[in-house]
């Protein structure tokens, strides 16, 4: 019988459900936060969302990480904290998940789109070129769990590490993980990340300043030092109009316990990787990626232009074998909402989009080599 299933991603651990049941048998708030002087900004100590941004800055060395409720809502708090200059302009790519770019619109800032690499990430001579004396950040995508926002240092502005496909991962150049490459870095715990927890995302960052703001941003500026800024707070006008951004306990717990296993799933997908790796590697008419310090939130690979895409995944799909083809069609600049972000051409990125790039969701846990295996002979025999 043809083989349709890859087993179910995401699954939860034992551990996780006991104590996600835990949390509701117990009862009352499922908020980790209080709207009171006695707390500090962020959660309260002992609490999951609190356990879970301890956990992240131990294990991937960051001084700050503030948990929230999206990814999306982290680039947003990312973006406030940074405090940049109304209708200034954020160079960015065309070629990522509408949410980076919509972020930079909301935050009245005006998003400047730049061709991509041969892999769909931003590409730092493209990303020069882009800037003006009105630029006053760089916003690259570590898309599909390749870290690259360290290429961007040296520019002269901050720049903002979209890292949400790419917990876990890591820059072979500076070894440092993603997230920690830019001024300011992001995460996703959506629900099909590499650590799931349905919606639920982090904002990380080595500045105290930034992740105070950050922190203020995501629950209504409340709890704020007041006494720091005036001896007369009565006097002291708002500082922050923040939104309600929080991570509840339950979706904090699902997280943490995501993140404490993040890294020996990220060491399995590639290890699945390396098996299509060895298969296919010499195939002419494919072009593999670099797996080293890849979070492969999803596998990518390049067809020749020879081939007919949508032949190929139409293959792959009666063969039960989910396949994505380009990602973003159109990319982002295409848009109506975004279609005046465009400086200069986008060749590759359209290129991407409509013609060579595939995308493997299932090269993760709980699939096996065995089913790499099947992948790699059902490839085989469409091309």
């Known amino acids: 019988m ?6 179910i991603w995401p699954t939860y651990s034992a551990e996780c459900r006991r104590e996600v049941d835990k949390l509701l048998r117990r009862g009352g708030s499922l908020s980790a936060y209080r709207s009171n002087r006695e707390y500090p900004v962020g959660p309260s100590d002992g609490s999951w969302a609190w356990r879970l941004e301890r956990h992240a800055e131990a294990m991937f060395s960051a001084t700050h990480v503030i948990v929230c409720s999206s990814g999306t809502m982290a680039l ?5 904290a940074l405090n940049l200059p109304a209708g200034s302009e954020v160079v960015t790519t065309p070629f990522t998940f509408s949410a980076t770019v919509a972020a930079v619109v909301r935050a009245g800032l005006v998003p400047v789109f730049a061709d991509v690499d041969a892999w769909g990430c931003l590409d730092p001579a493209k990303a020069r070129r882009a800037m003006t004396k009105h630029t006053t950040a760089i916003l690259p995508v570590d898309l599909f769990g390749r870290a690259v926002a360290n290429q961007f240092a040296g520019l002269g502005v901050p720049v903002l590490e979209d890292a949400c496909q790419a917990v876990g991962g890591w820059s072979t150049a500076s070894d440092r993980s993603a997230g920690r490459l830019g001024t300011i870095g992001v ?3 959506n629900g099909a990340k590499n650590v799931p927890a349905g919606e639920a995302g982090a904002v990380v960052t080595d500045s105290d300043a930034l992740a105070q703001r950050a922190r203020l941003y995501v629950s209504h500026g409340e709890n704020f030092a007041w006494d720091k800024v005036s001896e007369s707070p009565r006097d002291t006008p708002w500082l922050v109009t923040g939104v309600n951004g929080r991570i509840n306990e339950i979706t904090a717990c699902v997280a943490y316990h995501g993140l404490i296993r993040v890294l020996e799933r990220n060491q399995k997908r590639r290890q699945l990787a390396a098996v299509l790796q060895q298969r296919l590697g010499g195939h002419r008419k494919l072009t593999l990626p670099d797996t080293t310090g890849h979070a492969l939130y999803v596998y990518p690979f390049l067809l020749s232009s020879i081939v007919s895409r949508r032949l190929f995944a139409g293959k792959l799909r009666k063969a039960g074998i989910e396949i994505g083809e380009g990602y973003i069609v159109p990319p982002l600049h295409a848009y109506p909402a975004f279609r005046r972000c465009q400086r200069g051409p986008l060749p590759v990125a359209e290129t991407l989009s409509a013609q060579t790039l595939c995308l493997l969701t299932q090269v993760r846990p709980p699939a096996t080599e065995a089913d790499m ?11």
């Open 2 to 7: 043809m083989r349709k299933r890859f087993g």
């Open 76 to 80: 947003q708090a990312a973006l406030h």
């Open 187 to 189: 995460w996703s715990f």
């Open 373 to 383: 295996h099947y992948i790699a002979d059902t490839i085989e025999a469409a091309l």
